[in-house]
């Protein structure tokens, strides 16, 4: 055992936490709120996207921690990390990031928003007159909507709902003899109900009021409790476990199974409960006492939670507090175009979300839905919007008697339900549903659409970073090819006869597919590029992803850089490769760009001794995408097109505005020019449309 403990130490290779990795790119997020350069109204946005991450991630990450620390001692040893130590590291900055957050609301948001004539007001900042308006909006918009629950010493529970936040309300001063000097109630607020979590009150000149929800019942308490002539409430949250309770397997009825699993992920396992730290102890320990839930759980907040629902918070119809429009641009030689499949017959095509419009693809999807000569139909589901036009067009192909193929991957976290819907909505319409494979989520973003031209059946295939989402492509940069190469629409049919028959026999020339050729394939690529370092000849690589945390992939980055590979990494999310340290990363250098938009693709470039390859992928390097998903990874074959990424791949090597380093600094402005690459990518793609043709297209 000793012996196997040295070569392990022998081995090990320096790695960033996983966890701690995706708490400094959350960290990344909170930075963009406490940036004076970002518009007011979008720096509370990304205070809203913070907050909904952090939830996630405490419903999914947090929770697994505390199953693994469950785990029996012999169990746990065989982990790389003690979960435990890894939970205590995770709160530590939890909580200094949650300090750091109250901070940037408190001193940063409201006093700009003062300052831009907007008042947030709490129930104690109001005037007479807005004291009469907040009780009359309490009488006819709130109070039918609340259902107090007194906290009495019998041992009812009281269960919080996922998500959801409560008041816990202390109740003193009786007006009655009889009645106790001290009760506890607890009261959900009707977020949902209500429409939104604030209250916007009359403006009086360029004075902007506004409030949550919460304090207009804190300070229409006495309304609900008449007999009781004191108060104090206090915020509490709950996030439960959202990880579904379901076995990695298509059989039986999936559906169910999983439709089964989402209704209990809404009474999951508690992983923490946000509580206001001014809470008494005694109103604290009656809900302890009434929830079940115990002070591992207890996570210290602020006065408010659920700041996601900042996303709704008003706009007051002032446009200079947000960011500048930035109107979808066309596409130069798809607009062009009357038939996208003819337009497609004659060379390939790489749409650029989100500055080009996501309307070509549904365009694609609806010629193909009409038109008389398309036989066949494939697509793979993975996170599609809720009104989706895709879903239709498919739907709407196999009425038209197509042989319409869709694989729906039910297991896309949080967007379950969803996916039941239009899984249920394909198979009602005729079409052939596949709900995943074994063992596997399909993350890849395919279509196929087969023809019958003259006796000779053709194929157009659609591959993409990103997913057929119209919501999502408005703010997600990604990258989607269109294409009717034969040698890459083989490779994608190859892959859809994979989650037809299961078999991994499958033989590609052009896609990497995982779990089948894609890590190997990479793998070659970088063995590639440390020959030719070896041989003295220039060898480099280009790695944009969300993610990197696979350590064999880590491990060969290393290896490269060792023998002299010069490796840039462009890495919006978890990254456990460190670079920079002497002898074994030296060669690697590491940046992050979080902005306007969410960076989603995924980009790898080697260098190849100067006849440089391209590949665009739906994979990050974790071990999940390369071992347990069904990924693609699809070359660039038109020069065109290898121009247009490594443009946008440079603009993003050049950002000194919001790049950051490993460390969370923004990148030295080595030049003076000021390169915002988002900005700098629109202004190029725009450049590209000829004169003479509006440049702008509304989206679908």
Not at 261 to 285: H, M, N
Not at 526 to 534: G, L, W
Request: proline fraction near 4%.
């Amino acid at each position: 055992m000793d012996i196997e403990k040295e070569n392990n130490k022998a081995t090990e290779v320096p790695l960033i936490n996983r966890e701690l990795s995706w708490l400094a790119f959350n960290y990344r997020v909170l930075q963009e709120a406490k940036d004076k350069r970002v518009p007011l109204l979008e720096r509370i946005k990304f205070m809203a996207i913070f907050s909904s991450n952090l939830d996630e991630y405490f419903k999914v990450r947090v929770a697994t921690l505390k199953r693994l620390i469950k785990l029996k001692k012999k169990t746990r040893e065989k982990l790389d990390e003690d979960p435990s130590d890894t939970f205590g590291q995770v709160m530590q900055e939890v909580r200094r990031q949650q300090e750091e957050f109250g901070l940037v609301f408190r001193e940063g948001i409201l006093e700009d928003l003062r300052k831009n004539n907007i008042n947030l007001l709490t129930e104690e900042e109001l005037n007479p007159d807005q004291q009469k308006f907040v009780r009359e909006y309490f009488a006819e918009h709130l109070q039918s909507l609340i259902l107090p629950l007194l906290l009495d010493e019998t041992e009812t529970h009281f269960f919080l709902k996922d998500q959801t936040v409560y008041l816990g309300v202390r109740l003193y001063g009786p007006k009655e003899k009889d009645l106790k000097p001290e009760r506890f109630s607890m009261l959900e607020i009707p977020t949902k109900k209500h429409g939104g979590r604030f209250v916007k009150l009359p403006t009086v000149g360029e004075q902007r009021y506004v409030m949550f929800i919460d304090d207009v019942i804190r300070f229409c308490l006495p309304e609900l409790f008449p007999l009781y002539s004191q108060f104090e409430a206090h915020a509490v949250k709950v996030s439960r476990d959202a990880e579904l309770d379901i076995e990695e397997d298509v059989s039986g009825n999936l559906m169910a199974k999983i439709k089964k699993s989402v209704q209990k992920r809404e009474i999951g396992y508690p992983a923490r409960l946000l509580y206001d730290p001014t809470t008494p102890k005694s109103l604290l320990e009656a809900i302890m006492a009434h929830t079940g839930i115990g002070e591992e759980e207890l996570v210290e907040g602020s006065k408010y939670h659920n700041f996601r629902d900042f996303f709704g918070f008003p706009d007051f119809d002032l446009p200079d507090l947000k960011y500048s429009p930035q109107p979808t641009l066309v596409h130069p030689l798809l607009e062009q175009e009357k038939s996208l499949i003819d337009a497609m017959k004659k060379q390939d095509y790489l749409v650029h979300y989100p500055y080009q419009s996501f309307d070509y693809v549904l365009r694609l999807f609806n010629e193909a839905a009409r038109d008389p000569k398309v036989t066949a139909i494939s697509a793979t589901l993975y996170r599609v919007a809720e009104d989706s036009e895709i879903a239709k067009a498919l739907v709407k192909a196999a009425k038209n008697g197509k042989l319409v193929t869709v694989v729906v991957e039910l297991k896309a976290r949080f967007d379950e339900e969803s996916n039941i819907f239009w899984a249920g909505k394909l198979q009602k319409a005729g079409a052939n549903v596949i709900l995943g494979t074994p063992d596997l989520k399909v993350h890849s973003k395919l279509g196929l659409i087969t023809r019958n031209e003259e006796g000779k059946l053709m194929n157009y295939a659609y591959l993409s970073t990103g997913n057929y989402n119209e919501d999502t492509s408005r703010i997600y940069c990604d990258h989607a090819l269109m294409t009717s190469n034969p040698s890459i629409t083989r490779d994608v049919e190859q892959v859809f006869n994979f989650f037809m028959d299961g078999q991994p026999d499958k033989q590609f020339k052009k896609l990497l597919m995982a779990p089948i050729n894609m890590r190997d394939r990479f793998v070659e690529l970088i063995d590639r590029e440390i020959k030719h370092a070896r041989q003295g000849k220039p060898a480099s690589m280009i790695l944009k992803m969300n993610a990197l945390q696979d350590e064999r992939m880590i491990r060969k980055l290393y290896d490269a850089s060792q023998a002299g590979v010069k490796i840039q990494l462009l890495v919006r999310g978890i990254c456990c490769l460190t670079p920079g340290i002497e002898g074994i990363s030296e060669n690697i250098t590491l940046r992050s760009i979080v902005d306007r938009y969410l960076e989603h693709a995924r980009v790898y470039i080697f260098h190849n001794d100067g006849d440089e390859q391209y590949y665009i992928a739906s994979a990050d390097w974790m071990t999940r995408n390369l071992n347990r998903r069904v990924e693609v990874a699809f070359p660039l074959l038109q020069q065109d097109l290898v121009e247009q990424v490594r443009t946008i791949i440079d603009l993003q090597l050049a950002d000194n505005t919001k790049a950051r380093d490993i460390h969370n600094d923004y990148c030295a402005q080595t030049t003076q020019n000021q390169v915002r690459s988002q900005y700098a990518t629109y202004d190029y793609l725009r450049q590209l449309i000829p004169a003479g043709m509006n440049p702008e297209r509304k989206s679908a």
